[in-house]
């Protein structure tokens, strides 16, 4: 199955951009061209302690000065706020994590970045909650997503199904913390 490449161009409003995410954005549009997939544009926008509308815009302008193009997300800060907002679509985020959380693909977990790093491999391989049962409701945990596996299957509504290797460092990776 030939499936298109989709990749993303995610920017965090918590202060104005920089160099960094100049090259990143621009490399990131030139692998959609070259490899002729998709680029969508998805504000991350959850932090809203840090969120100020004046980074949003500039997201924007930096785009519009580098002279790149996105195929799928916000067309300007008013299609932003109103329709791709991550807050205008929490209800989405929520049946995913709640159907991954009854697929027990989810677990909370009360380790700190300290003690899972120093767990190391072990974090990964077996992790130290997983058999904890700790109620996914409670305030103060992380919740990790399981893979137990070295392949894991990635959906999209467009390109189906894909399954893929993830490297070591994003195996049991945060998804949620509360």
Not at 40 to 48: A, E, H, N, P, V
Not at 139 to 153: A, F, P, Q
Request: charged fraction near 30%; glycine fraction near 6%; proline fraction near 3%.
């Amino acid at each position: 199955m030939i499936t298109t490449l989709k990749t993303r161009i995610a920017p965090t409003p918590s202060g104005y951009l920089h160099l960094g995410n100049c090259f990143s954005f621009i490399l990131t549009a030139l692998v959609a061209k070259l490899r002729k997939g998709r680029l969508l544009l998805r504000i991350d926008d959850i932090d809203k302690a840090r969120y100020r509308p004046e980074y949003a815009e500039d997201i924007f302008r930096t785009l519009d000065f580098l002279g790149i193009a996105w195929d799928e997300g916000p067309e300007d800060m008013h299609s932003f706020q109103e329709y791709w907002s991550q807050h205008a679509r929490i209800d989405l985020y929520e049946t995913a994590l709640e159907a991954l959380w009854q697929k027990e693909r989810l677990y909370a977990c009360t380790c700190s970045r300290r003690e899972w790093e120093k767990r190391g491999e072990a974090a990964r391989t077996l992790p130290c909650c997983l058999s904890s049962a700790l109620d996914k409701d409670k305030t103060g945990y992380s919740w990790r997503v399981l893979t137990d596996e070295r392949k894991v299957k990635l959906f999209s509504a467009g390109n189906g199904e894909l399954s893929t290797a993830l490297p070591d460092e994003m195996h049991q990776m945060i998804l949620r913390r509360t």
